[in-house]
């Protein structure tokens, strides 16, 4: 069983920090981790799922939403089979509840930002972002 779970949301003030941990577990992630597209979206109510920031393999070149470009950092450790992403300088516009998600497919141009790109997702975290 494939299995992402995310975790270290919460309710910060603006301009604070937060950094979230996404835990994959199963047999198909034990050995080959550090292969996998990484992603981090994110959905508000009442709003689409959008995308925040990939990682496509283990060193790959990560790729960012440019509302959270220079705030956020996407990375990993594959000894823990876990990726984070680091948030800073939070906005209240950055309040959503935050998914993870993973795919063993190659992600190249546009396609790296849906949604419909990874197979694997968690149940979400909430990020509350006061003013």
């Known amino acids: 069983q494939v299995q992402l779970v995310e975790s270290g949301g919460g309710l910060v003030q603006a301009g604070g920090s937060l950094r979230l941990s996404c835990a994959a577990s199963?047999?198909?992630?034990?050995?080959?981790?550090?292969?996998?597209?990484m992603g981090w979206f994110r959905q508000a109510p009442g709003k689409e799922r959008e995308f925040v920031a990939t990682?496509?393999?283990?060193?790959?070149?990560?790729y960012y939403a440019d509302s959270v470009k220079g705030r956020f950092t996407i990375s990993r450790d594959n000894t823990k089979n876990t990726a984070y992403l680091q948030m800073n300088s939070l906005k209240p516009e950055d309040t959503a509840v935050y998914y993870c998600?993973?795919?063993?497919?190659?992600?190249?141009?546009?396609?790296?930002?849906?949604?419909?790109?990874?197979?694997?997702w968690g149940q979400g975290t909430q990020v509350t972002v006061s003013s």
């Open positions: 990682s496509s393999w283990s060193g790959g070149i990560p």
């Open positions: 199963g047999h198909t992630f034990s050995s080959t981790f550090s292969s996998y597209a």
């Open positions: 998600a993973a795919t063993l497919r190659r992600l190249y141009g546009n396609e790296r930002y849906k949604p419909t790109a990874y197979d694997y």
